[in-house]
């Protein structure tokens, strides 16, 4: 079938909607009629060759949609289900088999390389081959394929089109929360970078009844987002180089729970730095390579904890549809942090989101004829 999709010709070059061929799904495959699809900093660095994706190629993994054709071994969806595509993991490898899907060996491979598993392409244009299968989905484009295990069925009730946000930005932050730190009423956390990831932490935190809960960033204008969303203070990391005594100040003896989204090694240190002992830092940027960050051998001898998460460690089937009812709930308003645009306006959602203009930006597809 014809679709229309973004394809970057070159590294770092821009996204150009055109016309291409994507194949019909095999037995455990469907085809999503994407509605929208949130941008995450990943597309971007998919675009900018960060992972060695060839071009040509098509990004997106954060899409929501309807489902528009079955292969003839999928059971669990039908075509008019609405769904939110999630990552993907071989089932195969030992974290799969532990079920910790988000760290599966063979990940990297299945989000990045551009097809699927066995090296076969979804995607071309007059019989050339397209690179898709970014996150197995790749959902900047009318139509997406993935796999049934990786799609996840939501009530038809919640608006479709800011639900895509919730397969990536979404359970990464409320996942760290609700998953791994697991917090107690009353416990304190503070959340450094909230952007998509870290305001969707502060969130989850709240539903989890943290208190305080610190927001850390240095646009104001997040701040004030982050506080409307449930933190109880904020700290303007600009005019401060006193971030920890800060945060000391409002939890007195450090937070019992801290998040990194920046990925920066001196934010990174200070989310640790913030921490009581016993206490937990969860990594949630990404960094490149070569970065590094160093700690105090007697400080983290107290107890504290400081480990990354991917994707919130979550179970895609069972936390996207309770962050559904969450939104729905209005427990987790993830609207008030997504700018929508035209599909045809990709290039300036990107440019938004990169400059942090946009906090989470949300493609609308135009209505697909096929
Ligand atoms: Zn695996
Ligand atoms: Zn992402």
Redesign the pocket.
């Known amino acids: 079938m014809q679709i229309k999709a973004a394809v970057v010709r070159e590294r770092s070059g821009p996204f150009v909607i055109d016309t291409l061929d994507l194949c019909d799904p095999r037995p455990e495959e469907l085809i999503v009629r994407v509605v929208a699809t949130?941008m995450?900093?990943?597309?971007l660095h998919g675009r900018d060759g960060y992972f060695a994706s060839p071009y040509p190629g098509v990004y997106g993994?954060?899409g929501a949609g309807v489902v528009h054709a079955v292969g003839a071994a999928v059971r669990d969806f039908e075509p008019g289900d609405h769904v939110v595509m999630s990552?993907p993991w071989c089932g195969a490898c030992p974290n799969c088999r532990q079920h910790r899907l988000s760290y599966c060996v063979r990940s990297r491979g299945l989000k990045m390389r551009g097809t699927r598993a066995d090296g076969s392409t979804l995607l071309s244009k007059d019989g050339a081959a397209v690179y898709g299968a970014f996150?197995q989905q790749s959902s900047f484009g009318t139509c997406a394929l993935t796999q049934e295990r990786y799609a996840v069925k939501v009530r038809k009730d919640a608006p479709l089109e800011i639900l895509g946000p919730l397969?990536?930005?979404g359970q990464?932050g409320a996942g760290a929360v609700l998953n791994v730190m697991k917090p107690e009423p009353g416990d304190s956390v503070a959340v450094f970078g909230v952007g998509a990831v870290g305001l969707s932490a502060l969130m989850a935190a709240k539903i989890a009844g943290c208190d305080p809960i610190i927001a850390v960033d240095v646009h104001a204008s997040r701040l004030a987002l982050a506080r409307e969303l449930g933190a109880t203070h904020t700290i303007d990391h600009n005019g401060s180089s006193k971030v920890v005594d800060e945060v000391r100040a409002i939890a007195p003896g450090g937070v019992r729970y801290s998040a990194d989204t920046s990925a920066l090694p001196a934010v990174l240190r200070e989310a640790i730095e913030s921490l009581t002992p016993g206490g937990t830092c969860v990594l949630l940027g990404s960094a490149r390579r070569g970065n590094e960050v160093s700690i105090e051998i007697p400080f983290l001898q107290d107890g504290r904890i400081l480990r990354g998460v991917i994707q919130g460690e979550s179970t895609p089937k069972e936390l996207i549809p309770q962050l559904v009812d969450f939104v729905m709930e209005n427990k987790f308003p993830i609207q008030k942090m997504i700018k929508f645009y035209d599909f045809a306006d990709i290039n300036l959602a990107a440019h938004e989101s990169s400059s942090g203009a946009a906090i989470k930006p949300v493609l609308r597809m135009p209505a697909f004829a096929g």
Do not use: L
């Open positions: 949130g995450c900093q990943t597309d993994h954060e990552f996150f397969a990536c930005s990464t």
